[in-house]
Nanobody
């Protein structure tokens, strides 16, 4: 499966910030709905945030609202997830995803057909 390029994960103390980026030089992200998901050890991959085609709407899971911001930089063909006020429970592997076909619900994993390899985010107490 073709993979998107992710960067920006790492180790940070609680209350700190990280910014994740997703890119694919071979594609134009402005044509797709984009999302971020995360998977903690022993848990299912869960929705974090999504931005619709043409950036008309953004969606966030309740636990990150007010702390995370998802945005596009069309000139750089990237999608960025700014994560502030990080908590230990945010620790997970974070995955970027793109929906190349029309989607009905950008919060669902099965709506996305392109994925990144994942980047580790670890938040210490």
């Amino acid at each position: 499966q073709e993979q998107l390029d992710e960067s920006g994960g790492g180790l940070v103390q609680a209350g700190g910030s990280l910014s994740l980026s997703c890119s694919d030089p071979g594609r134009t992200f402005s044509n797709y709905a984009m999302g971020w998901f995360r998977q903690a050890p022993g848990k299912e991959r869960e929705f974090v945030a999504a931005i619709t085609l043409h950036s008309t709407s953004t969606y966030y899971t309740d636990s990150v609202k007010g702390r995370f911001t998802l945005s596009r930089e069309n000139t750089k063909n990237t999608v960025n997830l700014q994560m502030n006020s990080l908590k230990p429970e945010d620790t997970a592997v974070y995955y970027c995803a793109a929906a190349t076909k029309q989607t009905s619900n950008t919060t669902k994993k099965h709506e996305y057909d392109l994925w990144g390899q994942g980047t580790q985010v670890t938040v210490s107490k």
